[in-house]
C-alpha cells in the first residue's frame, strides 16, 4: 500500500472498528431492556415459573467471570503479536487482524450479559442483567478501537486526516 493512502486505510479499518464495537455493545442494552421488560411482565416471578437451581447463579457467574479473563487474555497476546511482529506487514492485512481480534474479544466480554440475561429470566430478578450488562459494558470499553492504537499496530507516524 502506498504511504499516502495509509491515513485514510486507518480511517475506514477504524470507522468499521467502532461500528462492530458500538453494535456489540448495543446488544447488551438491548438484552437489559428485553429483561426488564419480561420481568415487568411477569411481576419479578421467573420466566415460565420455574425454579431456578440454587448452583446456577454461582455457576454462571464464574463462568462470566472466565469469560472475562478469556477475552482479556486473548485479546493482549494477539495485540502483542501484532506489536512483536518481526517482518514488515501488509497494513490492511494487520488492521483486519486486529478487527477480528476485537471482534472475538468483543463477542466473549458481551456473553457475560448474556449469562446476567438468563440469570434474570430464571429468577425474574432484574439486578442479574443489569450487574452483568453493566460490567460487559465496562469490559468493552476498556478496548474500544482508537485511531492510535491502530496506527500503534501498523507502524505509522501519519497524522490524523481531518474528515470533510
Given amino acids: 500500500m502506498p504511504e499516502e493512502d495509509l491515513p485514510g486505510s486507518i480511517t475506514r479499518a477504524l470507522s468499521v472498528a467502532v461500528v462492530l464495537a458500538t453494535a456489540m455493545a448495543s446488544s447488551v442494552i438491548i438484552y437489559l431492556v428485553i429483561a426488564a421488560f419480561l420481568v415487568s411482565q411477569n411481576r419479578g416471578a421467573p420466566l415460565g415459573h420455574a425454579t431456578m437451581p440454587a448452583l446456577l447463579p454461582p455457576v454462571l457467574s464464574v463462568v462470566a467471570v472466565m469469560m472475562l479473563v478469556a477475552a482479556e487474555v486473548l485479546y493482549r497476546i494477539q495485540l502483542r503479536q501484532l506489536r512483536e511482529r518481526t517482518e514488515p506487514a501488509d497494513p490492511d492485512q494487520v488492521l483486519t487482524a486486529y478487527r477480528q481480534t476485537l471482534l472475538v474479544s468483543l463477542a466473549l466480554r458481551e456473553s457475560t450479559a448474556v449469562f446476567g440475561l438468563v440469570l434474570t429470566l430464571l429468577s425474574g430478578n432484574l439486578w442479574w ?36
Fill in 129 to 164: 442483567c443489569a450487574v452483568f450488562a453493566a460490567v460487559s459494558l465496562a469490559a468493552m470499553a476498556l478496548i474500544w478501537p482508537t485511531r492510535r492504537l491502530m496506527e500503534e499496530l501498523v507502524g505509522s507516524d501519519t497524522p490524523p486526516i481531518s474528515p470533510t
